[in-house]
């Protein structure tokens, strides 16, 4: 798996627990700041065998701190959402053992508790996310837990990946009453390993669109779940049709992609543009009207004085 992948799939779950990232535990006596940190690149693995890492817990107050300590299960879920439960992560039941369960933090200090993984062999190659959370302890100083930490490791297993996507505009409309039109693109990842995607988009067409080239840059998208890229631009006139043409690439190997192309062609008219359309309609429909009118009156006026001439 490229690296670059992995760097995605550790930066996308840090932020999403960022608000866990660092835990209060306020006491009477003095606050207290816990932080909780894991070996930042993946270990690397095979099915059968076993890995080693670890836990810092650090404690930036004045007292000591007791913690609890326990696996949890990471869940990425669509559109970049991940969430942390308390429990071990199925694929890994009993097959996680930590060196301690409790301990104290010194004041000022931190611990690191070893960590033993057995890596079952049913797993297939990609990269796995093991959770932990770290609980402030009530204690001497009658520490009150507001939230947990939580922590993860993750374990790549080498091998050749089933990487596959499926895509497709997500309702899109053929006609939109808007100057500033989106469409939004929905990527499947149908395969059974994480990937990461890129995408580039082209609007031509009738009328000028500004942005006429979107790029985005790469997303993480793991296996099961899905993610929308949104396309966005504007019609400088207020009018114009439009040919969205979106090119999706994603990686099979770290030296080979390949790609998914979507068409999708759309009517737009600004709220401004169709007043301004309708207000000429009118007032040519007027003018139509009063020129009918008109040679009515001029065909009807030799006619009329005939007739009183007799």
């Given at each position: ?181 989106t469409l939004t693109v929905r990527v499947d990842n149908v395969g059974e390993s994480a990937l990461e995607f890129t995408s580039e988009t082209t609007i031509d067409g009738f009328g000028t669109a500004t942005p006429g080239n979107i790029r985005v840059a790469p997303k993480l998208l793991p296996s099961g779940t899905s993610r929308d890229v949104e396309i966005t631009w504007v019609a400088e006139l207020g009018i114009g049709v439009f040919d969205v043409q979106t090119r999706l690439v994603h990686n099979l190997t770290q030296s080979e992609t390949t790609g998914v192309e979507l068409e999708h ?46």
């Amino acid at each position: 798996m490229p690296r670059s992948l992995s760097i995605l799939i550790l930066t996308a779950c840090l932020a999403a627990l960022a608000t866990a990232g660092t835990a209060q535990a306020v006491s009477e006596s003095s606050p207290v700041a816990l932080s909780v940190s894991t070996p930042a690149d993946s270990l690397a693995g095979e099915p059968g065998g076993t890995v080693t890492s670890w836990v810092r817990v650090g404690n930036n107050g004045a007292n000591p701190l007791p913690i609890t300590i326990s696996p949890a299960t990471i869940e990425l879920g669509d559109n970049g959402a991940t969430t942390m439960s308390p429990g071990a992560d199925p694929r890994f039941l009993n097959s996680v053992t930590l060196e301690t369960t409790a301990a104290t933090v010194p004041a000022n200090d931190y611990i690191e508790i070893s960590v033993s993984i057995s890596i079952p062999t049913s797993l297939i190659p990609d990269i796995y996310l093991l959770g932990f959370l770290v609980t402030p302890a009530p204690g001497a100083g009658s520490v009150q837990v507001i939230n947990q930490i939580g922590a993860f490791i993750s374990i790549e297993l080498p091998g050749s990946r089933d990487r596959r996507i499926e895509a497709a505009f997500d309702n899109a409309p053929r006609f939109v009453l808007s100057d500033s039109p989106t469409l939004t693109v929905r990527v499947d990842n149908v395969g059974e390993s994480a990937l990461e995607f890129t995408s580039e988009t082209t609007i031509d067409g009738f009328g000028t669109a500004t942005p006429g080239n979107i790029r985005v840059a790469p997303k993480l998208l793991p296996s099961g779940t899905s993610r929308d890229v949104e396309i966005t631009w504007v019609a400088e006139l207020g009018i114009g049709v439009f040919d969205v043409q979106t090119r999706l690439v994603h990686n099979l190997t770290q030296s080979e992609t390949t790609g998914v192309e979507l068409e999708h062609k759309i009517v737009v008219v600004s709220p401004t543009a169709l007043t301004v359309m309708v207000t000429i309609l009118l007032i040519l429909a007027a003018g139509v009207v009063l020129l009918v009118r008109h040679r009515r009156h001029i065909l009807q006026r030799p006619a009329s004085r005939h007739g009183h001439r007799q």
